[in-house]
C-alpha cells in the first residue's frame, strides 16, 4: 500500500511539476568513466517512475511465483501426510488380520510421515518378530527410542515386545515412572506383574502384590500361585546366598496368614532342605501337621530329617488332627523316620487305600525293603511309577 502510495505522490509531482519544468527544461547528467548520459529533467523523473513501476512489477511476478511454490510444496507435504495417515490405519487393519506381512510394511513404510512414528516402528517390531525376523524387530525397536517417557500407550508395547534382559529393564524403568503417577492402572500393573517375573525380581513382585489385589484384572488363583512362586523363588535366592538362618529370619517377619499358607511353608522347607536347615525345617513343619495334615507339608515331611522321631511317632499318634488318608500317612512317614518299619508299612498302606499318591508308594516301598520284604517293596516301586503317569 505504501508502494502505491509512493507512485501516486510521485506521479502527481511530475503533473504539477512538468509543465513548470516544460518551460525551464533543466538536464541531468550522468558520467561513469568515458560513458556519459544527459537527459532533462522530465525525462529523468518519467525514467525514476518506470524504473519504479518495473521493480515493483518484478517483485510481485517473484512473490506470485513464490507463493505457487509454496502452496505446491505444501499440496505435497500434505498428500504425503495423508498417504501415510492411509498407510497407517491399513497396516493397524493388517494387524488385526494377523497379516503380519503387509503390517510390517505399512507401518514401517509410513512412519517417517506418521503422527506417532514411534507408534509405528513399535507394532513394525511386533510384526517383524511375528514374521521370525528378529534383527529386524530389533532394528525397528531401536527406533522408538525413549518415547515411552511420553506415552503410557508405547511404553506398554514396548515392555511387551521386550525380549531380552536389557530391553526388559529398559521397559521396566518406563513403566516404574509411569506407576508412580498411575498406581491404580490395570493394564500397568499387569504389565510391571510380568516384568517382575521375566526378570526374576521376585521381592518387587510381592511389593507390588497388594496393589495387584486391589486394582489389576488378574483372578485371585492366578495371584496365589504366582505368590507361592515368587516365595518359593525368594527363599531360595535367600538360602543360597544368606544361609537358612537368614532365611528363617526372614520368615519371621512375614505376616501370620503367610505363615499359615502350607505350600508357602513346603516352599520354605524345600529351601531350607536344599542349604542345610533340614532340621530347622521339620521343627517347623511338625506342629503344622499336627493340626492339619495336607499334601505339600506332607510331600516335605517325608524329605527331611526328622530329630526326636521316636517322640514325634508317639505325639502323632495322640495328638494329629485331619482327614483320615492324610493322617496315616503322618504316622506311617513318621515311623519311617523312626524306624518303625512294620508299624510304617501298616499305617502308609491305610492311607494308599484310601488316597492313592506316589509320596506314600515310594515310603511304602522303602519300609519295606527295610523290613525285609523285597518283593512287595518292588511292586510299591512300580505303583509309584504308575501313579507318577
Known amino acids: 500500500m505504501i508502494r502505491v502510495i509512493v507512485l501516486l505522490i510521485a506521479a502527481a509531482a511530475a503533473m504539477v511539476l512538468g509543465p513548470v519544468a ?40 517473484v512473490k506470485k511465483i ?37 503390517a510390517e510394511k505399512l507401518l514401517a513404510k509410513s512412519a517417517d510421515h506418521s503422527h506417532n512414528p514411534e507408534l509405528n516402528y513399535l507394532v513394525a517390531a511386533e510384526a517383524a518378530k511375528k514374521l521370525g525376523h528378529d534383527k529386524r524387530s530389533q532394528k525397528y525397536f531401536e527406533q522408538v527410542g525413549d518415547a515411552g517417557r511420553h506415552s503410557l500407550a508405547i511404553a506398554m508395547t514396548k515392555a511387551r515386545l521386550a525380549d531380552n534382559e536389557q530391553s526388559q529393564r529398559e521397559a521396566l524403568g518406563l513403566l516404574l515412572q509411569w506407576y508412580r503417577h498411575n498406581p491404580r492402572n490395570a493394564s500397568l500393573l499387569s504389565q510391571l506383574s510380568e516384568l517382575y517375573q521375566q526378570l526374576a525380581m521376585w521381592p518387587e513382585w510381592l511389593e507390588l502384590l497388594p496393589d495387584l489385589r486391589k486394582h489389576s484384572q488378574l483372578s485371585e488363583a492366578k495371584l496365589a500361585a504366582t505368590e507361592v512362586t515368587a516365595y518359593g523363588h525368594y527363599f531360595e535366592q535367600l538360602a543360597s546366598q544368606k544361609g537358612a538362618e537368614s532365611t528363617l529370619q526372614y520368615w519371621q517377619g512375614l505376616a501370620k496368614s503367610i505363615q499359615q499358607n502350607h505350600q508357602i511353608l513346603a516352599r520354605l522347607s524345600y529351601a531350607l532342605r536344599r542349604h542345610g536347615g533340614g532340621p530347622q525345617a521339620a521343627d517347623l513343619l511338625y506342629p503344622r501337621l499336627l493340626k492339619a495334615s495336607s499334601q505339600p507339608l506332607l510331600n516335605e515331611w517325608h524329605l527331611l530329617t526328622v530329630t526326636e522321631p521316636e517322640q514325634k511317632l508317639q505325639e502323632v499318634k495322640k495328638k494329629a488332627k485331619g482327614e483320615s488318608a492324610e493322617r496315616a500317612s503322618l504316622v506311617g512317614l513318621t515311623a519311617l523316620h523312626a524306624r518303625h518299619f512294620d508299624e510304617a508299612v501298616d499305617y502308609l498302606k491305610k492311607a494308599l487305600r484310601e488316597k492313592p499318591c506316589q509320596r506314600d508308594y515310594l515310603a511304602l516301598a522303602m519300609a519295606l525293603e527295610q523290613a525285609g520284604q523285597v518283593g512287595g517293596a518292588l511292586e510299591a516301586y512300580r505303583q509309584a511309577i504308575s501313579a507318577a503317569n
Open 66 to 102: 513464490l507463493r505457487i511454490t509454496n502452496r505446491s510444496v505444501l499440496w505435497l507435504s500434505n498428500r504425503k501426510q495423508r498417504h501415510a495417515l492411509q498407510q497407517t490405519a491399513d497396516g493397524f487393519v493388517a494387524v488385526a488380520a494377523q497379516d503380519w506381512k503387509s
Open 22 to 61: 516544460s518551460g525551464n527544461k533543466g538536464y541531468v547528467l550522468f558520467a561513469l568513466g568515458e560513458t556519459t548520459v544527459e537527459m532533462t529533467v522530465v525525462s529523468f523523473v518519467i525514467s525514476l517512475i518506470g524504473i519504479f513501476v518495473a521493480i515493483f512489477a518484478t517483485e510481485w511476478v
